[in-house]
């Protein structure tokens, strides 16, 4: 027999986080709800979008390829950024993913107020094409009328996306602090040493929204 209730189930941390990137049709938008960007230098390899492990710079100014596997075959690194958002029309919390020439309003945003955290975006391809150029407007949210949810764990959350082992990972001490962190050596060695670093078997077509808009993935 089926299990009938009146109420909702309550929302829990290992629901997950959609990865969204600005579509070409429409804009996106939504309220931050972290403090500070997170950005990443990524590799597109293997069918998938994977963190750059590339050493930083040696004393003579050189820099290694180190552990990274894109890196040691040459292959270029975008640096991407990450912030967490909520839209307050469907009530979604999810991450949202730009290049860092895109998140400079962010930036400024961050500068003048001194955080994210109520910060209203506005992300748009005004060629509405994909890959096409993205512009990001800002706004400033009253919270008190439109409360947002504290932001999840942005490392942890992309680790998962990303099929990173996370045993190694430590929880931030303030979930509403994400400072801004290249994603490299200090992280990623302590994941590596995890038993369950295993490679990701999914296809590009797996990764995919179930939405077939190309907006990003979802982890369980």
């Known amino acids: 027999m089926p299990k009938w209730s ?3 189930p309550v929302l829990k ?32 390899w ?32 975008r640096t991407h950024v990450y912030v967490s958002c909520f839209d307050w029309k469907t009530r979604e919390h999810f991450i949202f ?6 998140a400079k309003p962010l930036e400024d945003y961050k500068i003048a107020n001194k955080t994210l955290r109520g910060c209203i975006i506005r992300s748009q391809r005004p060629k509405g094409q994909k890959n096409s150029k993205v512009v990001i407007e800002t706004n400033t ?28 990972l430590r929880s931030e001490k303030k979930r509403h602090q994400n400072p801004q962190l290249k994603c490299r050596k200090q992280v990623l060695d302590a994941m590596r040493e995890q038993p369950d670093n295993q490679p990701d078997p999914q296809t590009v ?10 907006n990003g993935s979802r982890f369980p």
């Open 6 to 8: 009146n109420e909702l």
């Open 13 to 44: 941390k290992h629901m997950g986080f959609d990865l969204k990137r600005t579509p070409e049709t429409a804009p996106l938008q939504a309220i931050v709800t972290c403090e500070d960007i997170l950005v990443c230098d990524t590799h597109y």
């Open 46 to 77: 293997g069918g998938r979008t994977i963190p750059c492990e590339r050493e930083a710079a040696l004393p003579d100014g050189t820099i290694t390829a180190g552990n990274c596997a894109p890196c040691r075959e040459s292959m270029p690194y």
């Open 97 to 102: 993913e730009c290049t860092s020439h895109a």
């Open 141 to 168: 949210a009253n919270l008190a009328k439109n409360p947002i949810p504290l932001p999840p764990d942005l490392i942890l959350a992309l680790s998962t996306i990303w099929r990173l082992p996370t045993a190694g």
């Open 205 to 214: 077509g797996e990764i995919l929204s179930p939405t077939g808009n190309g």
